[in-house]
Structure formats: structure tokens, C-alpha cells
């Protein structure tokens, strides 16, 4: 793979995996509970053809020359459940994915299946002096997450059950002018193959400020202090812990009626528990987006941030990248999204790779409750020195094409 292809991703690839639900189209009324609280339902059904399945080398093309290619289908239904109140409010998103490889290629036919389930409680209202809340991600790949750029593990090979919650208790002892969060964080990642990749936890507390100067506009503050444990560790590999930390200071909100930006800086550092193992340094986001309508805007960004990671320590990224949605008509939709990111890790060999990730999705709402999609990803991936040191899952060389034909539905 060619520096060249990854460095132009940026500029030439653009993508998103926008939920329909974020967006003015599919957004229907859902099956009523009571008063004000719906269950929303959706169905995407898919077919299309993956050139990488299993993520390969580039550098071990099978003996028939092929990449594994094969044509595979997609099943994802979900069930969304929303219950607004002003002391008590309740969300809750869920998917289950099924993607069945058809055996077109050399591959056999496989089935792998993945879900996702998102809760939110919030005792209190937005404006009450005190309030609490829960929020909790827990992730079976294979499964597309509904962020922009997102891409999964190694579904077929490693496997990975990822859990991201935190709770959080919000003071306001000035109103919504000033407020103030104490919290809680955890995360937890296991893969399946634990030959290749190992698992992890890491938990610990946070402190956020908002001071809303302006009616759309705040200053804000964040600190968090966590610890980071890797255990069942495959044999002759191993990850070193840490108390990594991060403090970040900024400003969000609207510029203007049309500009809305996020500007943040601070200072990350992995702490790991044998110093040469640390990843430390200035960190921040600079993220402009303009709203032509209510259906076209344009976002622009650069992301810089610091993580301990299992078996390789921890890790730098920087991450430029583009994102466009465009409405016409009040039924086409083109969404488009491209990113590139350069990961420097702290491991023995100062590992680093080069990712670039782009999708480009149209859509078409035949009703509210029906749409029909077109759907190219591609993921690059390419170790910066053009070598491959183990874990070879994480540091290898590989592109991966995807193409996919979607019909949804949502009620």
C-alpha cells in the first residue's frame, strides 16, 4: 500500500454512518406509551460485496490470488425506546446485527452475530440543582456503530465485547449558567481470541464545569484520573498498567447563527506503570461546522489525544478529517465522511501506523418510514516503517472495500 492512497483519503474520501434517526428523514412517530413515551422500530436489510473480510495482509495474498473476497448479507434490526420527563427521563437504543458471508469466494459460508445497547437514565431535570445520570454503551462486534467513521474490530478473527458506561452527578448552584459534574467511568474490552489479543478494564472518576456565557455558547472544563488494568494475557506477550490522566479546557458552542465550533486543549498522559512505556503530551480538538439549512452542512476537524491500549501500552493519534451531509428535495440524502489518523504506540519497538478510513452513503426517502441506500466503505491500514511486528492484528497491512445495498425501514 502506497503512503500516497492514505494520505489522499482525506481529501478525496469522504463518508458517514449517520443514523436515519439524527437526520429530518424517517423520523416517525413510533408506537406511543402513554402520554409522550414511543418505541421506535427499525429493519435494515442488506447485501453487498467485501473485498477484506478477514482483514489480510497485504503482503500474503492467498495462492490464488485472490483477497478472500465475498459477496455477504447484512440483517440489522432495532428497538428504540424514549421516555421524556422533567424529573425522569429513560433511553434506550439496541441493534442486533447477523452477517452472513454467502460463499461466493473462497471463503465457506459464516455467520457471525453482534449487538449493541445503549441506556440513558436521568433522575432530575435540566434545570433542577442537583440531577444524576447514567449512561452505558456495551458493544458485541460485528456491528456498525452509528459514528461517523466508526469501524469495527477484527470481527472474524478477534471478536471483541467492549462496555463504556458512566454516572454522573450534575450541581448547578447558579442556575444552567454554572454547573458542575462528578462522576464515575468504566470500560471493560474482552476479545475472544485470546491467543492474539488480550482483555482489559479500566475505571476511575471525573470532574467537569460549564460556564454558559452566551445562551449556545459555554466555556468548559474537564479533568479524569483512571486505572488501567490489562489481564489474561496471551502467553510471550504483555501490557504494562497505568493511572492514566487528562485534563482539557475549551470553549463550545455557536459563533453564529450558521457556525457552531468545539475548540479544546489540554494535557494527556498514560502513566504506565514502567515509565518507558508512557505516552504523554498536548492533546485537543478543533472542530468547525456550518449549516447552509437544516439539511446541508459541512464539518471540518482535527482531533489529537493520548490512550493506554491493550498489549501495546498506549498510543498518540492524530486525526484530521472532513465530514458533509446534503439534503435535497426532502428525500435524497448524501452523507460522505473521511478521515486519516497516524497512532504512534509505546511498546518496545515504538510501533506506528497509518489509518485512513472513507464512506460515502446516499439515500433515498421513498416514505417516512421507507428509504433505499448505497453504501462504499473503505478501510486502509499500513504500519509506517512498511513493517509488520506482532500483534500483527493490530500493526498489519491491509485495504478493505466494501459495497452495500441497503433497504430500510422505520416506524
Given at each position: 500500500?502506497k ?10 474520501c ?5 443514523s436515519a ?8 412517530t413510533?408506537?406511543p ?5 414511543r418505541?421506535?422500530?427499525n429493519l ?7 473485498s477484506n473480510p478477514?482483514?489480510f495482509d ?7 490470488g485472490?483477497?478472500l473476497?465475498d459477496w455477504?448479507g447484512?440483517?440489522r434490526?432495532?428497538?428504540m425506546?424514549d ?5 425522569v427521563?429513560f ?13 461466493t469466494?473462497p471463503?465457506?459460508?459464516d ?13 432530575g ?7 444524576f445520570?447514567?449512561?452505558?454503551m ?10 461517523p467513521?466508526?469501524v469495527?474490530?477484527?470481527e472474524?478473527?478477534a471478536?471483541e ?9 450534575t450541581?448547578?448552584p447558579?442556575?444552567r449558567a ?5 462522576g464515575?467511568m468504566?470500560?471493560?474490552s474482552?476479545?475472544?481470541?485470546e ?11 471525573l ?6 456565557f452566551?445562551?449556545k ?6 479533568a ?10 496471551p502467553a510471550?506477550l504483555?501490557t504494562v498498567g ?9 470553549a463550545?458552542?455557536q459563533?453564529?447563527t450558521r ?5 479544546t486543549a489540554?494535557y494527556?498522559?498514560t502513566?504506565a ?6 505516552k ?5 480538538n ?12 459541512l ?6 489525544r493520548?490512550r ?6 498506549g498510543?498518540s493519534?492524530d486525526?484530521?478529517f ?8 426532502g428525500?435524497l440524502?448524501?452523507n460522505l ?14 510501533s506506528?501506523v497509518q489509518?485512513g478510513v472513507g464512506d460515502a452513503?446516499v439515500e ?5 418510514w421507507l ?7 473503505l ?9 509488520v511486528s ?5 500493526l ?7 459495497l452495500?445495498?441497503l433497504v430500510?425501514f422505520?416506524?
Amino acid at each position: 500500500m502506497k503512503q500516497s492512497v492514505i494520505f489522499g483519503l482525506a481529501s478525496l474520501c469522504l463518508a458517514t454512518t449517520t443514523s436515519a434517526f439524527a437526520q429530518n428523514y424517517g423520523a416517525t412517530t413510533g408506537f406511543p406509551i402513554g402520554d409522550k413515551s414511543r418505541v421506535h422500530t427499525n429493519l435494515d436489510l442488506s447485501v453487498g460485496y467485501d473485498s477484506n473480510p478477514r482483514r489480510f495482509d497485504n503482503d500474503n495474498t492467498p495462492a490464488d490470488g485472490s483477497r478472500l473476497q465475498d459477496w455477504r448479507g447484512l440483517i440489522r434490526p432495532g428497538l428504540m425506546v424514549d421516555v421524556p420527563g422533567n424529573s425522569v427521563k429513560f433511553n434506550l437504543g439496541s441493534h442486533l446485527s447477523i452477517s452472513q458471508l454467502l460463499g461466493t469466494g473462497p471463503n465457506n459460508a459464516d455467520t457471525r452475530f453482534g449487538a449493541d445497547i445503549g441506556v440513558g437514565l436521568q433522575l432530575g431535570s435540566d434545570d433542577s440543582i442537583v440531577s444524576f445520570r447514567i449512561d452505558n454503551m456495551l458493544v458485541r462486534t460485528p456491528d456498525y456503530i452509528d459514528t461517523p467513521g466508526a469501524v469495527a474490530s477484527d470481527e472474524f478473527r478477534a471478536p471483541e465485547w467492549n462496555n463504556n458506561g458512566t454516572a454522573r452527578l450534575t450541581l448547578r448552584p447558579g442556575g444552567r449558567a454554572l454547573e458542575f459534574d462528578l462522576g464515575y467511568m468504566f470500560m471493560y474490552s474482552n476479545y475472544d481470541d485470546e491467543s492474539a489479543l488480550s482483555a482489559y478494564q479500566r475505571h476511575g472518576g471525573l470532574f467537569e464545569a460549564r460556564w454558559k456565557f452566551l445562551p449556545k455558547t459555554a466555556f468548559v472544563f474537564h479533568a479524569d484520573i483512571s486505572r488501567f488494568s490489562p489481564f489474561d494475557e496471551p502467553a510471550g506477550l504483555s501490557t504494562v498498567g497505568g493511572t492514566p490522566f487528562r485534563i482539557t479546557v475549551g470553549a463550545v458552542g455557536q459563533v453564529t447563527t450558521r457556525l457552531t465550533a468545539e475548540l479544546t486543549a489540554g494535557y494527556e498522559d498514560t502513566l504506565a506503570d514502567e515509565s518507558a512505556f508512557s505516552k504523554r503530551g498536548p492533546i485537543g480538538n478543533a472542530i468547525l461546522t456550518y449549516s447552509f439549512n437544516e439539511a446541508t452542512s459541512l464539518t471540518v476537524g482535527y482531533r489529537r489525544r493520548i490512550r493506554p491500549v491493550v498489549l501495546l501500552n498506549g498510543y498518540s493519534s492524530d486525526m484530521p478529517f472532513v465530514q458533509a451531509k446534503i439534503g435535497i428535495a426532502g428525500r435524497l440524502v448524501f452523507n460522505l465522511y473521511g478521515h486519516y489518523e497516524f497512532r504512534g504506540y509505546a511498546d518496545q519497538n515504538e510501533s506506528a501506523v497509518q489509518v485512513g478510513v472513507g464512506d460515502a452513503r446516499v439515500e433515498y426517502w421513498f416514505f417516512e418510514w421507507l428509504m433505499g441506500a448505497v453504501n462504499y466503505r473503505l478501510l486502509v491500514q499500513n504500519p509506517s516503517d512498511g513493517s509488520v511486528s506482532s500483534p500483527s492484528l493490530l500493526l498489519q497491512d491491509f485495504t478493505r472495500h466494501q459495497l452495500f445495498f441497503l433497504v430500510g425501514f422505520r416506524y
